[in-house]
């Protein structure tokens, strides 16, 4: 299984981190680090997230550092990252 990142979801996750990485630049690469982790397991579990109304999309709760990735299941071969942000940030 493939993972794309749409060019949305690498700038959500870059302004989702900023803060973390203005303050502590070593947690910001762990969170993100961890994101990256999770993002990964969804190549052996894809369905792994939470089913959302619109089509073909899930989303996974990271718990750990309270952050939301919003994934699309394209094919079954492919895995379309929409989305990251941070609980703080309020829900789109």
Do not use: C
């Amino acid at each position: 299984m493939e993972i794309k990142w749409t060019s949305r979801a690498l700038e959500s996750l870059f302004e989702s981190t900023q803060y973390i990485r203005s303050e502590n630049p070593m947690k910001a690469r762990e969170v993100i680090t961890g994101i990256q982790n999770a993002i990964e397991d969804l190549k052996m579990f894809p369905n792994l997230g939470v089913a959302t109304p619109f089509k073909n999309t899930r989303d996974l709760i990271h718990s750990k550092y309270d952050f939301l990735i919003r994934y699309r299941l394209v094919d079954e071969s492919l895995i379309e990252i929409i989305f990251v942000w941070h609980a703080s940030q309020g829900y789109r």
